[in-house]
């Protein structure tokens, strides 16, 4: 299995705080990206990095910052928590941006936002 | 935006059932894969196809992609209570190894 860890696994929190998702990867892939899941959505993605301190925006990146600082990490940012963002968030990691290479999923993070 | 439409969303069967789930677009993508998903946990890759016509099998499960590259599909050959869980399908764009995934079906195969 691909060395990703996401924390929390579980997080509540009430309207308008700010919230921090982290991504950590054991496997020095280059490339790493956050996604949404919601039922009826399938994964949509919210941001990607292409490399340390190169990242870009998704198709549903309103609302979230991301950022990474070293090759391990990839933090995303939820500004002020809204209630349309409760979801599963996942992070994915792959050491090419050849689209025939697997991306490898973390377990997920799981947000309710009151 | 890249849109990939999966039918049927859910799918209730009997052990021992063929099934296939499609996934479809109007747009051409340059690659298509398959993934599973289990409660809990993240999605697992299956497989890649890249060449319009394209047929992979991985055991009871077989992989098409479209002469045209816009569709896909997975049939299972008698399905086993082990196959259920979420099947996703993702479209590969050219950059960045970008993938837009298509809604999900919901396999149960009861025993």
């Known amino acids: 299995d691909a060395g990703i860890t996401q924390s929390p696994r579980h997080k509540v929190t009430e309207t308008g705080t700010p919230v921090t998702l982290r991504c950590h990867q054991t496997?020095?892939?280059?490339?790493m990206y956050w996604y949404r899941q919601d039922p009826g959505h399938g994964l949509r993605l919210i941001h990607y990095s292409y490399g340390v301190k190169d990242t870009d925006k998704g198709e549903v990146s309103d609302g979230y910052s991301v950022s990474r600082s070293k090759t391990e990490d990839f933090l995303l940012t939820l500004e002020s928590a809204t209630s349309s963002q409760t979801s599963v968030y996942f992070c994915?990691?792959?050491?090419?941006?050849?689209?025939?290479?697997?991306?490898?999923f973390g377990p997920g993070t799981r947000l309710t936002v009151l | 935006t890249q849109l990939l439409e999966q039918s049927p969303q859910f799918l209730s069967i009997q052990e021992g059932e063929n099934l296939t789930v499609y996934c479809n677009s109007s747009s051409v993508f340059s690659s298509l894969q398959w993934y599973r998903q289990e409660p809990g946990e993240g999605p697992v890759l299956l497989v890649t196809v890249v060449t319009g016509g394209e047929v992979k099998k991985l055991k009871r499960l077989t992989f098409q992609f479209g002469d045209a590259r816009k569709d896909s599909s997975l049939h299972i050959t008698a399905a086993q209570p082990g196959d259920t869980g979420l099947y996703l399908c993702?479209?590969?764009?050219?950059?960045?190894?970008?993938?837009?995934f298509g809604q999900g079906t919901i396999l149960t195969v009861h025993p």
């Open positions: 994915a990691i792959s050491d090419s941006d050849r689209i025939v290479r697997e991306q490898f």
């Open positions: 496997e020095n892939h280059r490339y």
């Open positions: 993702a479209g590969g764009r050219t950059s960045y190894g970008k993938l837009t």
